[in-house]
């Protein structure tokens, strides 16, 4: 699937770079982007689908800048610049109201260029952190001041090491009092191992990519099977059906005006959105890191909704009621 770049007009300004003095691909600090990488998309088409008031953007990134906000030693990958400036500026270009930012991986527990991104979002986002087990409840209380309501653990064996589980539950221990519930990347092969344990975790829990399911399988087979059985038989467990981009296998990519992207995709997702209308989320995952394929358009993304949520009652709920639910419980329509 190659890359096709879709700008919008100079004059208009309507870019993600836009006013923020830098474009896709930037690289400050002393960093040196991995080999290969690719930049996100800048100048993304304006969405076809006009998304409801007040949708939230469930799932999206920062990184650095690195010049302010250095990378971690440990991280294993470093990306072009991503800032806040630039998420936001996105955030208007597609029509959401507001941002779930998660912290990356490539900057490990140091959630400065997160805390900050918070700070100057206007209120208009909330923050899922990593910490570690000796994190103190001075520096949690901290983090939930400036907007962070959880925390995630990363079991994806190329991007992180493993770490023990009994670390895992010293921290949620700790962060079960501020009401924050906890976010879990997997792949699907490693659920098996993994399924007692995220059972075990007594707040709400998020899963992202919907465990990262093998879309040339059968969606009706035996390992997209357990994955639905780990959302029936635990209520407490919500889902993002996100990162199309990242999961399909025949395409088509959301480029150069595609209307029906990542087609393999649909049925995994169409089929968690209308049985667990109440605990899905959806995000852009900008600025879509460690994709090796192609570099999709944020606004043909925002297109592919359509596809999975297909009333525009599962659509208020995707990305309007459940993301104010989990985030902004003081705003949403059943916290009211």
């Known amino acids: 699937m190659p890359e096709t770049a879709i700008h919008d007009d100079p004059s208009t300004g309507s870019g993600t770079g836009a006013g923020t003095g830098a474009g896709s691909g930037t690289v400050t600090g002393p960093f040196e982007k991995t080999p290969g990488w690719l930049d996100w998309y800048d100048g993304p088409s304006k969405?076809?689908?006009?998304?409801?008031?007040?949708?939230?953007?469930?799932?999206?990134?920062?990184?650095?800048?690195?010049?302010?906000?250095?990378?971690?030693?440990?991280?294993?990958?470093?990306?072009?610049?991503?800032?806040?400036?630039?998420?936001?500026?996105?955030?208007?270009?597609?029509?959401?109201?507001?941002?779930?930012?998660?912290?990356?991986?490539?900057?490990?527990?140091?959630?400065?260029?997160?805390?900050?991104?918070?700070?100057?979002?206007?209120g208009r986002a909330r923050g899922v952190a990593t910490v570690r087990r000796d994190v103190t409840g001075e520096q949690l209380a901290e983090l939930h001041a400036a907007g962070v309501r959880g925390v995630r653990f990363n079991f994806v064996k190329r991007l992180v090491d493993r770490i023990d589980t009994a670390s895992l539950d010293e921290i949620v221990a700790k962060i079960a009092p501020l009401g924050w519930h906890v976010v879990?990347?997997?792949?699907?092969?490693?659920?098996?191992?993994?399924?007692?344990?995220?059972?075990?975790?007594?707040?709400?829990?998020?899963?992202?990519?919907?465990?990262?399911?093998?879309?040339?399988?059968?969606?009706?087979?035996?390992?997209?099977?357990?994955?639905?059985?780990?959302?029936?038989?635990?209520?407490?467990?919500?889902?993002?059906?996100?990162?199309?981009?990242?999961?399909?296998v025949t395409g088509p990519a959301a480029l150069a005006g595609e209307q029906h992207a990542y087609r393999d995709v649909v049925p995994f997702a169409r089929r968690v959105v209308e049985e667990f209308p109440d605990r899905v989320l959806w995000g852009t995952d900008w600025p879509h890191p460690n994709l090796k394929d192609h570099m999709p358009d944020d606004g043909l993304l925002v297109d592919f909704i359509p596809q999975i949520a297909v009333t525009a009652e599962l659509q208020q709920k995707l990305l309007v009621d459940n993301p104010l639910r989990l985030y902004w419980p003081e705003l949403s329509r059943e916290g009211a």
């Open 47 to 122: 969405p076809a689908f006009e998304l409801p008031a007040g949708s939230v953007d469930a799932h999206c990134h920062v990184f650095g800048p690195g010049a302010q906000f250095p990378y971690a030693p440990e991280r294993k990958y470093t990306p072009c610049d991503a800032s806040a400036d630039q998420l936001f500026a996105l955030r208007d270009r597609l029509g959401f109201a507001r941002n779930v930012i998660v912290q990356a991986t490539c900057h490990g527990a140091d959630n400065r260029a997160l805390v900050d991104a918070l700070g100057r979002s206007d």
């Open 184 to 248: 879990i990347y997997f792949e699907a092969e490693d659920l098996p191992e993994l399924y007692d344990f995220f059972r075990g975790i007594p707040t709400d829990v998020v899963v992202d990519h919907m465990g990262r399911p093998d879309v040339s399988k059968d969606p009706d087979g035996p390992e997209f099977g357990l994955f639905l059985r780990f959302l029936r038989e635990n209520p407490n467990v919500w889902t993002k059906v996100t990162c199309p981009e990242r999961l399909s």
